[in-house]
């Protein structure tokens, strides 16, 4: 296991452990040099930045979620980057989970060896070969048994115990065209909602319709910045 120091633009920094490998380390490159997930890459950044600032000046929590946290490199970045706010953070893979749990001690992060969904249940994880960031859930699957997490019930969940809904994260290789199959929602509460769409790795599998479904009939602004969009509330 090896370690190194990553640092936000504000200067937040904090060690983090890898695995030396090519995808361990090109996450942590995304996230902390590219800055994946970054609001200030939006023209809307600053109306962004000022909704999480407001809510924690009304004295509440805002609830970021992080679907597919891998190690744990996004988990971390949103933590340094906004200090207030309660995240949420699930990965299927348990070894990827172990590291993910070891590089957010301390950190306000529910962490949980789980996948997400449109309900509860149960599924497996494959791997495809893609490396660890590339690993995907699999419905009867022949890979490990991990439980499945409905959205709309953790986001019940949270919202019950007081957190305000402030950014979605969603890197699922995939499994996003199950997760807004149905019960979305949870997703219109969020100002941001960032997803990853794999329709580039899934040729003719349509996994992209049902997010696509979902954030055309909202009225929500929708910004496609590298691998990601950028899903804005315009309420």
């Known amino acids: 296991m090896s370690q190194l120091t990553v640092r ?16 361990d380390l090109g996450v942590v490159a995304q996230i902390f040099q590219g800055e994946d997930y970054s609001v200030g890459r939006l023209r809307r950044g600053a109306e962004l930045k000022g909704l999480y600032e ?13 679907f ?19 995240i949420v953070a699930l990965e299927p893979d348990e070894d990827n989970f172990d590291l993910l749990r070891a590089n957010t001690l301390g950190l306000d992060i529910d962490a ?15 791997d495809p070969g893609e490396g660890e960031w590339g690993y995907r859930t699999e419905v009867g699957g022949a890979g490990p048994r991990v439980p499945v997490h409905a959205a709309s019930r953790l986001v019940a969940d949270k919202r019950a115990a007081g957190f305000a ?49 979902w954030a055309a009939g909202r009225d929500r602004d929708f910004v496609h910045i590298g691998e990601n969009v950028f899903s804005i509330a315009n309420g």
């Open 54 to 66: 407001a809510c924690v000046r009304r004295g509440e929590r805002p609830l970021i979620l992080d």
């Open 112 to 126: 949980r060896c789980a996948a997400v969904g449109a309900r509860d249940g149960e599924t497996a994880v494959v």
């Open 165 to 213: 809904p402030y950014i979605a994260k969603i890197d699922i290789e995939g499994a996003e065209g199950e997760l807004f199959a149905a019960d979305t929602d949870w997703a219109d509460a969020f100002p941001l909602v960032i997803v990853e769409l794999h329709d580039w790795l899934l040729p003719k599998a349509g996994t992209a319709r049902t997010f696509l479904r």
């Open 8 to 23: 936000t633009p504000a200067g937040a920094e904090r060690a983090f452990h890898h695995r030396g490998t090519q995808a």
């Open 68 to 86: 597919g946290a891998n190690i744990g490199a996004s988990a971390v970045y949103f933590g340094l980057t906004y200090p207030g706010a309660h």
